[in-house]
């Protein structure tokens, strides 16, 4: 498919109305409900006032917004709250309840717990890992997630309940969420984890591995370092960032770092986190791994920086890297893009679904929807105002150089929904929510390959293997499991 240049320059081109964007009419989604007195945000200080010290980031795997959290819109007692608190306005878009059209006929979405369709409904054993690759992703957006060149069984309609997830409920409804925060693109894992570190893909629309020593685009852990701003990726098991070669190097730390960094108020400003992508201890939440494993793994992250001395200048950052090829009701939006193309098939301004994403913090609102389009960059321009000299929101001037690309020189602040002053630090959950443990892997076969092969194998790609992975690393100087 093709756009005319009518289409593609409103597509790709400077986002010059995003601010006005905010005195929307009432019903319209905004950063607050409309009529609601916020007083001020954090963005309207300076970045060198900003009581937020410590940035902490936890990207999962594979899960739409409406597929892990539409139950939201339907859950009564949490849309009271918010009208109590910020108004009549207030809304948040979610619905998990859809009928979508399939080769055998409509077909409704289904509640994973109790659905028939499942032997196993915290895994989805016996189905197949839902498609969410460049092509898989376009067939999606264009004729439905059950059309024949999109998905091949039914697991993409089913969905999570909150009680589903009982951290992942608690944790939602008291911080602040957005209902308009896309993936980077529409296409598969590594691509869009690429983009939270380096506002681009390098081109890439599959899993692929770097040629010689990693990919050199540069990325967001260099220009903190060249700023003097401490940064630490924490890695489960398979460190992503090792993608990226030696350079990486000085920034790379097993997770046990992060519990030890956490109760001795040593965190750096800047932590990335990531769960296990690999074989039994599997906790990303990518399919076909048991959910219950990523809220324990949630659970444990977030209560060790909450009850750090961090937490008092702290911001957490929860989100997932794409949409996982389940069901979503809003359509993907396009963003400013160095490589936007007129031509579909080479548009990297084409963002992918929404995906489930929370931000929590002294500073973040109780049960607030920020209803304004971000990605992944987002978190990347909140860091770039905090800690490297940009504007709050904006593209900047002529000679600027706080920026990757232009995805993120464009993008809108993550912070824009942040008091500037503290609005509650206590938690006021169970932070210590029990969650049954998980189910054993699925079987052999392909539902048995890790996360890791899954998804370069979705993705054309079926050169990869784990050996091949662990080879890399080896080669860049990583310790790998055994």
């Known amino acids: 498919m093709e756009l005319d240049r009518r289409q593609f320059l409103k597509r790709a081109g400077v986002t010059g109305g995003a601010l006005a964007a905010l005195t929307a009419l009432p019903g319209c989604k905004t950063l607050f409900p409309p009529g609601y007195e916020h007083g001020a945000t954090i963005l309207d200080g300076l970045a060198s006032d900003s009581p937020i010290d410590t940035v902490v980031i936890v990207m999962m795997e594979n899960r739409s917004f409406d597929h892990w959290l539409g139950w939201l819109g339907a859950d009564q007692a949490y849309l009271e709250a918010g009208r109590a608190r910020y108004g009549k306005y207030f809304f948040i878009n979610a619905n998990n309840q859809a009928t979508v059209n399939s080769p055998t006929g409509p077909q409704s979405t289904q509640h994973m717990i109790g659905w028939n369709y499942l032997t196993n409904p915290y895994r989805g054993c016996d189905q197949s890992d839902p498609n969410h690759g460049w092509n898989a992703g376009r ?263 706080w920026y990757l690309t232009r995805r993120d020189q464009y993008a809108l602040n993550l912070g824009a929904s942040l008091s500037g002053e503290i609005v509650d630090k206590d938690l006021e959950f169970n932070i210590d929510v029990q969650i049954d443990p998980p189910s054993p892997p699925c079987g052999t076969g392909p539902a048995a390959l890790s996360n890791m092969a899954r998804s370069v194998l979705e993705a054309d790609d079926p050169a990869f293997d784990e050996i091949k992975w662990k080879t890399y690393l080896d080669r860049q100087g990583f310790k790998t499991p055994a």
Request: aromatic fraction near 16%; proline fraction near 8%; include cysteine.
């Open 139 to 401: 067939a999606q957006r264009d004729f439905g997630f059950l059309a024949p060149t999109a998905n091949d069984d039914l697991l993409p309609i089913g969905y999570y309940e909150g009680a589903d997830l009982p951290f992942t409920q608690e944790f939602t409804k008291r911080f602040t969420t957005f209902d308009d925060y896309h993936c980077s693109l529409l296409g598969p894992t590594w691509p869009n984890r690429h983009y939270l570190h380096g506002a681009q893909s390098g081109g890439n629309k599959t899993n692929a591995f770097p040629t010689g020593n990693g990919f050199d685009w540069p990325i967001i852990w260099e220009k903190l370092a060249a700023a003097n701003v401490s940064a630490k990726y924490y890695y489960s098991d398979l460190p992503f960032a090792a993608l990226y070669g030696a350079r990486m190097n000085p920034f790379v730390a097993p997770i046990a770092d992060y519990f030890t960094d956490c109760a001795n108020g040593t965190l750096p400003h800047v932590a990335m986190i990531d769960p296990s992508f690999f074989g039994a201890g599997e906790n990303d939440d990518h399919p076909l791994a048991d959910v219950r494993g990523g809220q324990a793994f949630q659970r444990d992250v977030f209560k060790s920086f909450a009850q750090s001395v961090h937490w008092d200048h702290g911001l957490y950052v929860s989100t997932y890297d794409e949409w996982g090829g389940f069901y979503d009701h809003v359509a993907p939006p396009h963003f400013p893009d160095d490589r936007a193309n007129a031509v579909d098939q080479e548009d990297f301004s084409q963002a992918g679904y929404r995906v489930p994403s929370v931000i929590a913090s002294p500073y973040a609102h109780r049960g607030l929807v920020d209803g304004r389009a971000y990605d992944h960059t987002s978190i990347l321009r909140f860091l770039e105002w905090r800690f490297l000299g940009a504007p709050p929101e904006g593209p900047g001037s002529p000679g600027d150089s």
